[in-house]
């Protein structure tokens, strides 16, 4: 029984460690995590937002000067060949502004009406005309407001994200103006600061498909399955880019992500971040949610990076998982060493138990501080002490009494020092304060050469001793008669 106590004992323990050191890295995973999420939200947000100064640094010298804005509210009122006429003006006078947006990398640049229908499509100026309010709500929302809006909308030549602002012209509206961002652009501003990451844009499926699906399908090729669910597809323009993250696959990665961690933190519409393992590399996904004009989602921002930071919190998790199960391992051979000892010395002490009771003889064991390391039932019965009492106490102070001086040392204690042995008879008092005559027989316990105790033998010969007495008085008695007769 003890000895299962015993291994009871390190296994709690090994349990209770673990559990912490468990909780320790799951504290420092979320944190790191929780980390990764803002640094990577900031990263998409800078990278938009310089999106959207540009563009409105741009419009405002180019599109919003006064004969620009005059010019485009005279061409949009037109009608027949003047119309066309301006709109040709329009595309001329405008062309080398749309040549530096193209420079950086922006080829959706495109005038609407004030009703909302498309009316000079820089990127492609034969196709105009089409109603787009049905299909693009932002354009009813700069024609309300009034307001310059940069947001994500799904359009149904293009799908990205979108600069819009008004056009006035003598405080009138009188059309609207936009330039759109790809996903990739903005993927390229996020590499130039994290070239370690690959980025993919996952869409809602729903929204898609009612305006853009078959179109993007039939002359993109850019939306395909995506291997975060049904509900997804995925937007790549440019498929080959971070095909691979150290050594695997982005398939690879997509995959490992299929857990139920995923599909409630999608759910939830907030940015956050897993950590996951594949072939002993560790790696980080934040998503990242996109909102439309209606704050709805849209879409996710999905970043994948290698990470070292994971890799270690495991590494040291499981390096003091390793170092407690070996210091647990150590301790539960102590525990067993020593219930082994206690079991050697409880037989032991129970053999010394019956042997005492047997020859009916106090015994007593002092170790070399004088503290009582055992007493036996015999002892306590001829002293009147109880056997805490003993145990609690110097015995040699508590019960032997003596006229020894320095001069003449206890033979008992002597035995101690000297190691010699002692027999002889001595006075013990009783805990009724009763001198008892004792014969005593001391003899000291070695190991490795070494005095470890003393242990005393001693026996009640107080009956004797008052027998020889009156033996002697009766001798004497029977002398003083003889003499006077």
């Not at 070239?195 to 078959?214: I, K, N, Q, S, W």
């Not at 993250?245 to 995959?255: I, N």
């Not at 390096?319 to 206690?342: E, F, P, Q, R, Y």
Request: charged letters at 20%; glycine letters at 6%.
């Amino acid at each position: 029984m003890r000895r299962t106590v015993y291994l009871l004992i390190p296994v709690m323990l090994f349990v209770l460690t673990m559990l912490h050191l468990q909780e320790v890295r799951i504290t420092n995973e979320r944190q790191y995590l929780n980390y990764e999420t803002r640094l990577q939200s900031l990263a998409m947000s800078t990278s938009l937002q310089r999106y959207r100064v540009a563009l409105h640094m741009f419009f405002n010298e180019t599109i919003q000067r006064p004969e620009i804005a005059s010019l485009i509210a005279s061409a949009v009122s037109a009608e027949g060949m003047e119309r066309q006429r301006l709109r040709a003006l329009l595309h001329e006078q405008l062309g080398p502004a749309y040549a530096r947006l193209q420079q950086l990398g922006i080829e959706q640049l495109q005038i609407h009406t004030e009703d909302g229908h498309s009316f000079l499509r820089f990127h492609e100026p034969d196709r105009y005309g089409d109603y787009l309010l049905p299909y693009r709500p932002s354009l009813g929302v700069v024609r309300r407001q009034g307001e310059p809006l940069f947001l994500f909308e799904v359009g149904r030549l293009f799908i990205g994200f979108r600069h819009v602002e008004p056009v006035t012209d003598n405080g009138r509206l009188v059309a609207s103006v936009e330039a759109g961002v790809s996903f990739d652009q903005v993927r390229e501003l996020l590499i130039e600061n994290d070239p370690g990451t690959v980025y993919r844009f996952l869409l809602r499926r729903d929204p898609v498909e009612a305006v853009v699906l078959d179109f993007y399908r039939q002359q993109r090729s850019q939306l395909s399955p995506s291997a975060f669910g049904a509900n997804y597809l995925m937007l790549d323009q440019m498929p080959t880019q971070g095909a691979e993250l150290a050594g695997v696959g982005f398939t690879a990665l997509a995959q490992q992500l299929q857990q139920p961690a995923l599909e409630g933190s999608l759910a939830k519409e907030l940015p956050f971040t897993l950590g996951f393992a594949i072939d002993a590399q560790y790696f980080t996904s934040t998503f990242i949610p996109v909102h439309d004009v209606d704050g709805a989602l849209a879409a996710w921002v999905v970043a994948f990076s290698p990470s070292s930071l994971l890799k270690s919190i495991y590494d040291d998790y499981y390096s003091d998982l390793s170092i407690g199960a070996v210091m647990l391992l150590v301790v539960t051979t102590l525990l067993l060493i020593l219930a082994s000892k206690h079991n050697a010395l409880s037989r032991q002490t129970q053999r010394m138990d019956a042997i005492s009771a047997a020859v009916g003889e106090g015994i007593f064991v002092l170790d070399p501080q004088r503290r009582a390391a055992y007493v036996n039932q015999s002892a306590c019965e001829l002293t009147g002490y109880s056997e805490a009492q003993l145990m609690a106490s110097d015995i040699h102070d508590l019960i032997h009494a003596h006229p020894h001086t320095a001069a003449d040392p206890c033979p008992i204690l002597s035995t101690m020092a000297t190691g010699e042995p002692h027999t002889g008879d001595e006075q013990f008092l009783r805990a009724d304060g009763e001198v008892m005559d004792v014969a005593v027989t001391s003899r000291a316990m070695r190991q490795k050469g070494q005095i470890t105790g003393v242990v005393t033998v001693f026996r009640d010969i107080t009956e004797r001793k008052r027998l020889e007495q009156r033996l002697a008085h009766m001798a004497t008695i029977d002398e003083l008669t003889g003499l006077m007769n």
